[in-house]
C-alpha cells in the first residue's frame, strides 16, 4: 500500500480536513493516475487546488450531488491521451470532485439504502445520463455499482433528459432513478440527481438516508466489501428501447389544452429552437412535428457538445446563450425562440415586444403565462368549476412571483408555496397522489386522473419555479423542458388566435393582475474558502438583519432555519437556510445558498398597480430593484470584511 508523504510546508499550507482526505485517498486507490496527480500537484505546491478538490467529501444539495469533474489545474496524469481543453481522458482526483470512486460510492449508498427498505424484493433502478464530461462513463459505473449489489439497471442507449428519466421511473415500476447532469453549469461540471419511486427528487427521510450510507462508507473502507458479502446474486443492465421514448411523448403531449386552435394557427406563426447542444433534441421536436408546428433548429447547436463550443454557458436563461437563435429568428422572422438547457428540464425564451424586437421574458413571466393560461382555458372549458376550484392549486416556489399568487386569487384556486427545489412540488404531488389513493394511478387516462383529483384530492394546474423550471402535469415529478416548449407553442397560438403576441398576452396579465417584477443577484464564491464565505455572509443576515433598504424599514423578516412555517395545507415546511425581508412597501428580498452552486443568491420583488401608463410603471419598479441590488452588493462587501 502506497503511503503518502507530506512536506513540512504542505502541512503548514493545506487544511486538516485536506491532509486527512488526501491520504485516505492515496493510500486507497488503486488507479496509478489518482496517486500520479496527486504527486503533480504536491510537487506543483498548488495548495489552493488541493485544498479546493480535498478540503471535504462531496455533498448532496437540493436535488443530489454536484462537482467539477476536471480540477482548474487538471494534470498531465488526468489528461492523459486526451488534447488540453477537452475532456481529460480520466475525470479529476479529489474527495470534493466528481469522478468514478464517488460516483460508485455514492451509487452504492443509494442501493444500500434501497436494500434497507426492501431486503427481499428485486429491487430496478433506471439511469439516464446527459451530454457532459464522462456522464455516459458515469452511468456505466453506476449500473456497475448496483449490480453489485444485486440490483437491477435500466439504462438509455444515448443520453436523455431529466424529465424523461422521472417519467421513466414511474413508467417501469422502479424503486429509484439516478440522472447524470450538472443541468447548464460549466462544462467542467457534471453531477447526479437521485430519484424515489414516485418519479421525484429523493427528499426527506430518504436524503438523509442516502447521504449516511454514503458518510459511512467515505469513512470506513470495510463497508461496502461487508455488504456486498450479503448480496446473492448479481443484478442485470438491460436497455430501454424506443417504446420508452414513445411512452413518454405520449404523456407530454396530453397536456395539450386546446389542439383545434394549434391546427388553425399554426401556419401564421415560426419559432426558432434550440437544444443548446443537450438532450432536447432527442424529444423536442418529436413534440412539435406532432402538432405540426412550423419551426426551425439552430444548426450548430443541435448536436452534442460536451464543451457547449457556442456558448459562454449553456443557461437558456441567459442573453448569450440565446444569440445564435435570436440571429436565426430575426432572419426568418420567426416569432419567439425557444432553448432548453443540457439536460433539458429548463427553458428560456425571447419574443417580439410591441416594436417587433426580440425581448428575454425570465422565469416568473413565462410561468405566470403558463398559470394564467392553462388556470383560464380549465375555467372556460368547464373543467375548474365553482364546485371544485378549492381542489385545484398553482404551487410554486417561496422566491417565484407572487403573479401567481395572484392569478390563483382571480380565477379562484389555491395556491401552494414550496422551498426551493423542484423535489417539494414532486412531493406535493406525490401528497395529492396518495390522498386519491387509487391503485392504478399510473395507468389511468390523464382527464379521468384530473376529475378524480378535483373530486377527492388536489389537482396541480400548473407547477413552477422562477429558475426556468415548469410542469403541467403530474406524469413527471420534476420540471420538463421538453412539455414547457410544447406549452409555450400552444400559448403563442392561442394569442395569435385572440390577436395578440406574446408580449400582448403578458401586458394583459398585468393589467388584470397587477404589476409584478423581480431580479435575481447572485454573487459566487469559489472553493474551500469560498464556501466559508457564504456561510459567513448567511449568518451574518441571520445575526445582524439590517433595519432599512431602499429608505424603508425592514417591517418584518422570516428565517426559515429558526421560525417554524407552515404551508397552504398545513404541512409543516422543513428547515433550510432561507431569510426573506420585508419592506412597509410590499417589496421583498429573498437570500440563499445555493444547494449546487459556490453562490449565494439574493431574490428581489415589487409590484405595482398596472394603471395608466404600464411602460413607465415598469420603468420605474425595474430601476427600483436595480438600485436595491447595488445597495445589497455594497452591504455584501462590508458584511465579508
Same mark, same amino acid.
Request: proline share 4%; with cysteine; net charge negative.
Given at each position: 500500500m502506497a503511503t503518502l508523504a507530506l512536506s513540512d510546508e504542505a502541512r503548514t499550507k493545506l487544511l486538516p480536513t485536506t491532509q486527512a482526505n488526501l491520504a485516505r485517498v492515496y493510500e486507497a486507490q488503486t488507479a496509478p493516475h489518482d496517486r500520479a496527480a496527486v504527486d503533480e500537484l504536491l510537487a506543483a505546491q498548488a495548495w489552493t487546488e488541493l485544498d479546493d478538490r480535498f478540503y471535504r467529501d462531496i455533498a448532496f444539495g437540493t436535488g443530489g450531488?454536484? +462537482? *467539477?469533474? /476536471? +480540477?482548474?489545474?487538471?494534470?498531465? /496524469?488526468?489528461?492523459?491521451?486526451? $488534447? @488540453? +481543453?477537452?475532456?481529460?481522458?480520466? !475525470?479529476?482526483? +479529489?474527495?470534493?470532485?466528481?469522478? %468514478? @470512486?464517488?460516483?460508485? *460510492? @455514492?451509487v452504492s449508498a443509494l442501493g444500500a439504502y434501497l436494500l434497507g427498505l426492501a431486503p427481499v424484493r428485486k429491487l430496478s433502478v433506471v439511469i439516464a445520463h446527459d451530454v457532459r464530461f464522462f456522464s455516459k462513463a458515469f452511468s456505466q459505473v =453506476? @449500473?456497475?455499482? #448496483?449490480?453489485? #449489489?444485486?440490483?437491477? $439497471?435500466?439504462?438509455?442507449?444515448?443520453?436523455?433528459?431529466?424529465?424523461? #428519466? !422521472?417519467? !421513466?421511473? *414511474?413508467?417501469?415500476g422502479a424503486q429509484a432513478g439516478i440522472m447524470i447532469t450538472a443541468s447548464h453549469n460549466p462544462p467542467h461540471d457534471n453531477g447526479m440527481k437521485f430519484y424515489s419511486a414516485d418519479g421525484g427528487q429523493v427528499v426527506e427521510p430518504h436524503a438523509s438516508g442516502i447521504t449516511k450510507h454514503f458518510a459511512d462508507m467515505a469513512k470506513d473502507a470495510s463497508v461496502l466489501p461487508a455488504l456486498l458479502k450479503t448480496v446473492k446474486g448479481k443484478g442485470t443492465s438491460r436497455t430501454l428501447d424506443a417504446s420508452a421514448d414513445q411512452a413518454y411523448q405520449d404523456a407530454v403531449a396530453s397536456i395539450v389544452l386546446e389542439p383545434e386552435v394549434i391546427k388553425a394557427t399554426r401556419d401564421q406563426i415560426k419559432f426558432v429552437y434550440s437544444p443548446l447542444h443537450g438532450t432536447g433534441i432527442r424529444a423536442t421536436p418529436a413534440l412539435l412535428d406532432r402538432f405540426g408546428f412550423r419551426y426551425s433548429i439552430v444548426g450548430k447547436q443541435r448536436t452534442a457538445d460536451s464543451t457547449f463550443s457556442t456558448v459562454k454557458s449553456p443557461n437558456p436563461e441567459n442573453?448569450? =446563450?440565446?444569440?445564435?437563435?435570436?440571429?436565426?429568428?430575426?432572419?426568418?422572422? =420567426?416569432? =419567439?425562440v425557444m432553448a432548453t438547457d443540457p439536460d433539458c428540464d429548463r427553458m428560456g425564451v425571447a419574443v417580439r415586444d410591441a416594436s417587433g424586437r426580440m425581448v428575454l421574458l425570465t422565469g416568473n413571466q413565462i410561468g405566470s403565462i403558463f398559470a394564467y393560461y392553462r388556470t383560464s382555458r380549465l375555467v372556460a372549458q368547464g373543467v375548474l368549476t365553482e364546485a371544485n376550484r378549492k381542489n385545484a392549486v398553482i404551487i410554486k416556489t417561496f422566491v417565484t412571483t407572487d403573479l401567481q399568487k395572484q392569478i390563483a386569487e382571480k380565477f379562484g384556486v389555491g395556491c401552494i408555496d414550496t422551498l426551493t427545489g423542484f423535489k417539494y412540488i414532486g412531493e406535493k404531488m406525490l401528497e395529492y397522489e396518495r390522498k386519491l389513493g387509487a391503485? %392504478?394511478?399510473?395507468?389511468?387516462?390523464?382527464?379521468?386522473? *384530473? /376529475? /378524480?383529483?378535483?373530486?377527492k384530492s388536489r389537482f396541480v394546474i400548473f407547477g413552477g419555479e422562477e429558475s426556468y423550471g415548469y410542469t403541467g402535469g403530474d406524469y413527471v415529478r420534476d420540471k420538463d423542458g421538453n412539455a414547457a416548449v410544447l406549452m409555450f407553442a400552444e400559448v403563442a397560438a392561442w394569442a395569435k388566435s385572440q390577436g395578440q403576441t406574446l408580449a400582448d398576452?403578458? %401586458?394583459?396579465?398585468?393589467?388584470?393582475?397587477?404589476?409584478?417584477?423581480e431580479k435575481l443577484g447572485t454573487l459566487t464564491f469559489e472553493g474551500a474558502s469560498g464556501a466559508q464565505q457564504i456561510q459567513k455572509l448567511l449568518a451574518s443576515f441571520r445575526s445582524h438583519p439590517p433595519a432599512e433598504y431602499q429608505g424603508q424599514k425592514v417591517t418584518g423578516v422570516d428565517d426559515f432555519g429558526q421560525q417554524e412555517f407552515h404551508d397552504a395545507d398545513g404541512k409543516k415546511i422543513p428547515k433550510e437556510i432561507l431569510l426573506i425581508f420585508h419592506l412597509a412597501d410590499g417589496s421583498r428580498v429573498a437570500v440563499r445558498g445555493s444547494g449546487?452552486?459556490?453562490?449565494?443568491?439574493?431574490y428581489f420583488f415589487t409590484r405595482a398597480a398596472a394603471t395608466g401608463d404600464l411602460e413607465q410603471v415598469k420603468a420605474e419598479r425595474r430601476a427600483f430593484l436595480e438600485k436595491w441590488w447595488e445597495e445589497v452588493q455594497t452591504d455584501v462587501k462590508k458584511r465579508v470584511g
Open positions: 450531488m454536484r +462537482g *467539477r469533474t /476536471a +480540477g482548474k489545474v487538471v494534470t498531465k /496524469a488526468e489528461l492523459g491521451r486526451s $488534447a @488540453a +481543453g477537452s475532456c481529460p481522458e480520466f !475525470s479529476g482526483t +479529489g474527495t470534493n470532485m466528481l469522478n %468514478d @470512486a464517488n460516483v460508485h *460510492r @455514492a =453506476a @449500473a456497475e455499482a #448496483l449490480n453489485d #449489489l444485486g440490483i437491477d $439497471a435500466l439504462l438509455f442507449s444515448e443520453d436523455r433528459s431529466t424529465p424523461q #428519466l !422521472s417519467f !421513466s421511473v *414511474r413508467h417501469f442573453a448569450e =446563450a440565446l444569440s445564435l437563435a435570436i440571429a436565426q429568428a430575426e432572419q426568418e422572422q =420567426a416569432d =419567439a391503485p %392504478d394511478y399510473n395507468a389511468m387516462d390523464p382527464k379521468a386522473r *384530473r /376529475a /378524480a383529483l378535483l373530486e398576452y403578458l %401586458d394583459q396579465i398585468y393589467r388584470e393582475c397587477g404589476y409584478f417584477v449546487t452552486e459556490p453562490k449565494i443568491k439574493f
